[in-house]
């Protein structure tokens, strides 16, 4: 069944131009967002410099409300501007993870904003061929400034509804708060397997934070240098015996309606 997929989701591609994402152009070539240009001025679908693009981007769990994809958002949680880490006000900002020379997308969690919260991507697979595989890779700074403990995690879904945790994916800043903050760095890399994607169709990778311990104030996090790479693994094969029993059937019942169509 796989070389009729792959007709349908050409064709699809052809007919329906993909939507905005972050999009995989080709396979095994990483798509990527490093936030050089983004200075915490918030979220559009039509952005402008130093804005985010909503179509790509969404924020939900902010007190200001919660982000959807298109939406505008370029004030209060959405848009708290540039900071190197210490802030206090809570929201989405730029943060300066290396003093001059690293905007990334950061969050400060408080007790109404991002507690919890999510982050999600909305990636588009542009290619005519099935992804059966994503390696997932980004860079998760913490601010370990405050004594709560606070967690950061991912998950993806093929259908923004049902999403699967990347277990191993979760990190936990500490409690006790570093006698001088500064950000700490976690290269992260991760291989989803048995994925589906068709040609035209997206697929969601969502950071997700919350409280781990309470109380006191809360560590920032930011999102930095995030790489996709599609690869595809789908054999090409004809149909096996219960395609061929499902297409038997499927003629049985046709020649059966034509049949009844005759009679009457
Ligand atoms: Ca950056
Ligand atoms: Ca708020
Ligand atoms: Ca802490």
Same mark, same amino acid.
């Given at each position: ?32 967002? @490093? ?12 952005? *402008? ?14 007190? @200001? ?43 400060? %969690?408080?007790?109404? @904003? ?13 290619? %005519? ?61 991760? *291989? ?21 311990? *309470? %109380? ?12 996709? *790479?599609?690869?595809?693994?789908? %054999? ?29």
């Amino acid at each position: 069944m796989y070389p009729l997929s792959i007709l349908f989701s050409a064709l699809l591609f052809l007919y329906f131009p993909p939507a905005h994402a972050l999009v995989i152009h080709a396979v095994g070539v990483a798509a990527g967002e @490093d936030f050089s240009d983004f200075n915490g001025s918030g979220f559009s679908p039509s952005p *402008t410099a130093g804005q985010l693009d909503s179509d790509v981007w969404r924020v939900t769990g902010l007190s @200001d409300g919660d982000g959807s994809f298109g939406g505008s958002y370029e004030a209060g949680d959405f848009a708290r501007g540039v900071a190197y880490g210490a802030v206090s006000r809570g929201g989405i900002w730029s943060f300066d993870t290396a003093s001059g020379s690293g905007a990334a997308l950061g969050v400060q %969690p408080t007790g109404s @904003d991002f507690t919890p919260g999510a982050i999600t991507l909305r990636v588009m697979n542009n290619t %005519p061929s099935i992804l059966t595989s994503l390696l997932v890779e980004y860079d998760l700074f913490v601010f370990n400034d405050q004594r709560r403990s606070s967690f950061f995690n991912l998950s993806y879904s093929g259908d923004d509804l049902l999403y699967a945790d990347v277990a191993t994916a979760l990190v936990v800043s500490p409690e006790t708060a570093d006698n001088r903050p500064s950000w700490v760095r976690s290269s992260r890399s991760f *291989t989803l397997t048995g994925l589906s994607i068709l040609g035209a169709d997206p697929f969601y990778l969502r950071w997700s934070g919350s409280d781990n311990s *309470t %109380p006191g104030r809360r560590d920032q996090f930011a999102l930095d240098n995030i790489r996709v *790479t599609a690869f595809s693994a789908a %054999p090409v094969s004809v149909p096996g015996p219960s395609s061929w029993f499902l297409i038997a059937i499927g003629l049985v019942m046709l020649g059966y309606q034509q049949r009844v169509s005759v009679l009457r």
